[in-house]
């Protein structure tokens, strides 16, 4: 079964960091751009980073650059987002996605991981 | 402020037609593919149209897409009590160099 699931989120204080996990199974995870979709509770959502196949290319959003870092590790099949100097406007479910392999659109996700919370609260 | 502009609320009664828009600019509607998602109470979303208008595997052929310019449009005809959902746009923006979403629409089934 094709599937991403998040684990990492949690609590944490204004200015401290964080570590999301997304594990992927049931697809090649090491050929496909990998990325990071963030929604606050009851707001739309708010694409985060993306990373390319073999992690050499990353692009942030301009909210979370200088201080997110997305990384992935391909003998693991897992995809990372550093968080540091959090602030409260990033709480937000945070999900990983992948494209599909029948669409070359940027902007086209068809896995999604079923999201992991995090709250910026002091 | 998102990005790409939705109206936040639709609606329409069982059986009807319902088409909810999003407008955005040349950096992203006007020069690159629109993606649309479903996103029911609780759950991740789900790729509902891609390629400004084609449907993956398994999406009902009630759901229809269409993009003119730097707008699109989604399309719900014969309307039924589980399409009552959020539904989001997307489109790469070239001068931002990374997707953008719309504030997505909640659509009511009365």
């Known amino acids: 079964e094709v599937q991403l699931v998040e684990s990492g989120g949690g609590l944490v204080q204004p200015g401290g960091s964080l570590r999301l996990s997304c594990a992927a199974s049931?697809?090649?995870?090491?050929?496909?751009?990998m990325h990071w979709v963030r929604q606050a509770p009851g707001k739309g959502l708010v694409w985060v980073s993306r990373?390319?196949?073999?992690?050499?290319?990353?692009t942030y959003a301009d909210s979370v650059k200088g201080r997110f870092t997305i990384s992935r590790d391909n003998a693991k099949n897992t995809l990372y987002l550093q968080m540091n100097s959090l602030r409260a406007e990033d709480s937000a479910v945070y999900y990983c996605?992948?494209?599909?392999?029948?669409?070359?659109?940027?902007?086209?996700?068809?896995?999604w991981g079923q999201g992991t919370m995090v709250t910026v609260s002091s | 402020q998102s990005v790409l502009t939705q109206p936040p609320s639709a609606s329409g009664t069982p059986g009807q037609r319902v088409t909810i828009s999003c407008s955005g600019s040349?950096?992203?509607?006007?020069?690159?593919?629109v993606n649309w998602y479903q996103q029911l109470p609780g759950t991740a979303p789900k790729l509902l149209i891609y390629?400004?208008?084609q449907r993956p595997s398994g999406v009902p052929d009630r759901f229809s897409g269409s993009k003119s310019g730097t707008s699109a449009s989604l399309a719900i005809s014969g309307l039924q009590s589980e399409d009552e959902a959020d539904y989001h746009c997307?489109?790469?923006?070239?001068?931002?160099?990374?997707?953008?979403f719309g504030g997505g629409t909640k659509l009511t089934v009365l």
């Open positions: 040349s950096s992203n509607i006007g020069s690159n593919t």
């Open positions: 996605a992948s494209p599909p392999p029948y669409s070359s659109s940027l902007s086209a996700f068809d896995i």
């Open positions: 997307a489109a790469w923006d070239d001068s931002l160099n990374g997707v953008v």
């Open positions: 390629n400004n208008n």
């Open positions: 049931g697809f090649t995870f090491s050929t496909y751009w």
């Open positions: 990373i390319n196949s073999d992690g050499s290319s990353t």
